[in-house]
């Protein structure tokens, strides 16, 4: 069983930063990847980022580009969020997805396993 977990969500202003990880546990994966979706409250799951597990692609929304970066560790075991130039409308739940086949898709129904979330909240 796969398991999920997400850590470093919190309160920032705008303009600042935060790290969000994803640590996975249970098995690992050799094709496919993992990517990060974020609800705002009364709105759909929405895409932000993805990485394949081999690391070599990466695929953002265009909200996020040039302001966040997805990145993994060489084990493979914690992919992250590094989020900078933060905006009010980053405020979110922040999940981690994992998929075994897809890699960058947008379809949250396409991925495998989710974490919990993490709260992000920008204040202006």
């Known amino acids: 069983q796969v398991q999920l977990e997400e850590s470093g969500g919190g309160l920032v202003q705008v303009g600042g930063s935060l790290r969000l990880s994803c640590a996975a546990s249970g098995t690992t994966f050799s094709s496919g990847g993992m990517a990060w979706f974020r609800q705002a409250p009364g709105k759909e799951r929405e895409f932000v980022a993805a990485?394949?597990?081999?690391?070599?692609?990466?695929h953002y929304d265009d909200s996020v580009k040039g302001r966040f970066t997805i990145s993994r560790d060489s084990a493979k075991s914690t992919v992250f969020l590094q989020m900078n130039r933060l905006k009010p409308e980053d405020t979110a739940v922040y999940y981690c997805?994992?998929?075994?086949?897809?890699?960058?898709?947008?379809?949250?129904?396409?991925?495998?396993?989710w974490g919990q979330g993490t709260q992000v909240t920008v204040s202006s």
């Open positions: 997805a994992a998929s075994i086949n897809t890699y960058g898709s947008r379809r949250p129904d396409l991925y495998d396993y």
């Open positions: 990485i394949r597990y081999t690391g070599i692609s990466l």
